[in-house]
Every structure is written in C-alpha cells, then in structure tokens.
C-alpha cells in the first residue's frame, strides 16, 4: 500500500493553525469593540488546537515509523525538522538584533539544537515550546523501533498511561526533575500524555489502511 496523501489531515492541520491563530490574537490581544469581543469569546477556545496538531503529529508519526530501522525513522524525523526550524531560530534572531535585543551566542548555538532547556537557557521564541514535545515523542518510537517493540505499542502505551497517572497523582509534573516529561501545562490545565498516547492507540490495529497513509509533509 502506498502512502499516499490524506486531505483530511491537512484539513484539520489548516483548521488547527487557524483557531490558534484566532486565539492569539483575540484573546492575547483582546480588542475593545462589541465585535472583537464576540470574537473573543469563541476563539478562547482556540488553545485546544496545539493538542489537535499533537494528536495528527502522533498519529503520522508512528504510522511513518513502521517498516522503517531506528536510523532511518531517527534520519527522517531530523530531515523534517531541524532545517526549517534553523532558519526560523536564524530569522527570529536577526529581527531580535535589529530590534537592539540580539540574543547572546550560547544562547542562540543552544537554541538550534533544541535541547536548549536542558543548558539553562530560554528560548529565542517561545511559540517553539511544542517542538521539544515532538522530540520527546520521537525518542519514544525510537526506543520500540530499537526493540523491535513497534507491533506491540499498544501494550507499552498502557504503560506510558499508568506512569502518567502516577506522576499526576503523586505532582511529579511539578518537580524540576520530571517536568515537562509527561505533562502539557496549558491554560493552567495539565494535559497528560493520556492525550499524546490516545492519539496513536488505534494505528497498531490496522496498520495496512490506506486511510491511514502517512502525509508526504511528515516524511524527509
């Protein structure tokens, strides 16, 4: 079976992108007519598409991921990332410094390699946080790629799901040394990686579905 390309991800990708951006800009930049307001009452609820990408993030990459080695799943996911991410972090810091606020070097060296939380330094942009979850996400299909563990996800994903709800329950989520490693702090409401694993338990059922194709987006 080919894979072939599913419009109906690029349109929830496109309505995803669309309700975040209505939601930065009416609700972080509120406006003060009657209009802007309505508008803003609805589009509050636009944070909800950052776990709507996650969800067709997870369900692309794990599908991409099958009959494919570590190297090369771990090759194509750095193709598909790195490079755009580059320019942007390049961009971003030249309108920083014509602006007088230029980041300092480390800062920026630590920054392409978005591992730049783990040295102690912020990011040049914030809107990048989602990309250290992705990476996250990948290192976890890597490991049952490693293992050969990939036709069995759904067993390690009910795993995944009850270390979860021991880190919640015990507040690990809050802890500087688990922070970030199972838990999306949004609108001051965590979200577990219940919803991260949800997003890719039913692709070990059928793995074979044409409906289910991976978007040439997701591959190098």
């Not at 609805?42 to 990408?53: A, E, I, K």
């Not at 996400?137 to 890597?142: A, H, P, Q």
Request: charged share 15%.
């Amino acid at each position: 079976m080919s894979r072939g390309r599913v419009p109906e991800l690029d349109l929830l990708r496109f309505t995803a992108a669309a309700v975040v951006v209505m939601f930065h800009f009416y609700v972080l930049l509120p406006g003060n007519t009657t209009f802007e307001q309505s508008i803003a009452a609805v589009s509050r609820f636009g944070f909800l598409g950052v776990p709507l990408f996650f969800m067709i993030s997870g369900f692309v990459i794990l599908w991409t991921a099958f009959n494919r080695s570590p190297g090369q799943f771990v090759l194509a996911r750095l193709c598909r990332l790195y490079p755009s991410y580059w320019v942007c972090v390049l961009i971003t810091s030249g309108v920083l410094a014509l602006a007088g606020g230029a980041p300092s070097w480390r800062q920026l060296v630590t920054n392409l390699t978005m591992f730049h939380h783990l040295f102690g330094f912020d990011s040049i942009d914030e809107v990048y946080w989602t990309l250290f979850i992705e990476l996250k996400f990948y290192g976890l299909v890597f490991i049952l790629l490693l293992f050969r563990q990939l036709q069995q996800v759904e067993r390690w994903l009910a795993v995944w799901l009850a270390l979860s709800t021991v880190s919640l329950a015990l507040g690990l989520e809050h802890h500087g040394a688990t922070r970030g490693l199972d838990t999306i702090v949004f609108e001051g409401m965590p979200r577990t990686s219940h919803s991260v694993a949800m997003r890719t338990s039913f692709v070990h059922r059928e793995p074979h579905r044409g409906v289910g194709a991976a978007l040439p987006s997701a591959r190098c």
